[in-house]
């Protein structure tokens, strides 16, 4: 069936359908499922052929979601689907695996992080979006099975950006998730194990494509403020709507705006792509003194068609400017720092609505 003739709340039935079949305990569960991969699971593989061949990634299924973790490449994740449907976008040349060709190609994918000495364009001694997102992880570890009465997938692993006569920061990455869940958490602790102070910058580049991406699908978020970070992306603000998807265009230039995003007494705010016509969303929700500064990328280039969502500790525009406006982030040698992110697939109209809701209430 087309995506486009899918009744807008059809996702959710479905969802429903399946949910209530694994709701019991973990004793019933055992008696009925020979092995925890009937449940869900994690499996280590490398890809075979192609201008990915040789990558190290897990495959994560819950039951609901289906991802892949990138091991060879910061443990980011490659791509996530809800139920078979599609939620982000992957470039034309479609996964890499590391070569120096990467250092300013843009893979996109559910996620690639940023940093940490550079998020932005390339800068000189760093290249685009800096070095975490072709770092392999190391220390890896995997569990998929029972805690309690909950049935828990975790992936646990290490990314080391360090020199000689230079910086040594490490990255401690969790992704977790349980069964039938249609939430993701993911985890990050920086820690300065040199023996000098480090500036840092760190930016979460989520990246939201078709089939979610479409004509019509609204950026929901609780946004007090925007404005364009450069000429080029206020004169495209003209003819675009900030907050929905056009359709798309031959050769439109891409747009980015940073949002002074509202936080409600716990200090948590959020950001969403919402598409009423597949009754789906999909929402990042983060703590605002974690990551206080919110990038929105949008190109409606055909071929291009894509939505970045980017909850940050800084701006886009490069260390030095960063120092400049007084919002660099320092680690103090053995300091370390924590930041987490929450995915989450909403599905039906009365999520939806729930979400357009708590933008109003925040």
Request: hydrophobic share 40%.
């Amino acid at each position: 069936m087309p995506f486009r003739s899918l009744p807008p709340n059809s996702l959710l039935k479905q969802n429903e359908r399946v949910s209530r079949k694994h709701m019991m305990n973990s004793t019933d569960l055992r008696k009925k499922a020979g092995h925890p991969d009937q449940l869900a699971q994690i499996q280590t593989m490398r890809v075979e052929g192609g201008a990915a061949d040789g990558q190290s990634v897990c495959l994560v299924e819950n039951g609901a979601l289906s991802f892949f973790v990138s091991v060879s490449r910061g443990m980011d994740i490659n791509s996530l689907r809800f139920r078979g449907v599609n939620l982000c976008h992957i470039t034309k040349p479609g996964w890499l695996a590391n070569n120096t060709e990467l250092e300013n190609f843009i893979p996109c994918g559910m996620f690639f992080t940023c940093g940490l000495k550079n998020v932005g364009p390339q800068t000189p001694g760093e290249p685009a979006h800096g070095r975490q997102r072709f770092l392999p992880a190391a220390n890896l570890s995997r569990f998929a099975g029972f805690e309690g009465d909950v049935f828990k997938l975790r992936l646990c692993g290490e990314v080391r950006e360090a020199g000689l006569f230079s910086k040594n920061l490490l990255r401690r990455r969790t992704i977790e998730t349980e069964l039938e869940s249609r939430r993701i958490v993911i985890r990050d602790t920086i820690v300065n194990q040199g023996f000098s102070d480090e500036a840092f910058m760190l930016l979460y580049h989520f990246n939201l494509g078709f089939p979610l991406l479409d004509e019509g699908t609204e950026l929901v978020a609780p946004s007090r403020a925007q404005r364009p970070r450069d000429a080029a992306s206020a004169a495209a603000k003209g003819d675009s709507d900030l907050f929905r998807m056009d359709a798309p265009r031959d050769c439109y230039p891409e747009q980015v705006f940073y949002h002074d995003l509202a936080a409600d007494r716990e200090g948590n705010t959020f950001c969403a792509l919402k598409n009423d016509r597949l009754g789906l969303a999909l929402k990042l929700s983060f703590k605002k003194n974690e990551l206080p500064f919110f990038t929105q990328w949008k190109s409606i280039a055909s071929g291009d068609y894509v939505m970045g969502l980017e909850p940050g500790n800084c701006h886009v525009e490069g260390m030095e400017r960063e120092r400049e406006m007084g919002s660099l982030a320092v680690l103090k040698a053995g300091e370390s720092r924590d930041f987490t992110v929450t995915l989450d697939v909403l599905s039906g109209g009365e999520e939806l609505a729930a979400l357009c809701a708590e933008r109003e209430n925040v």
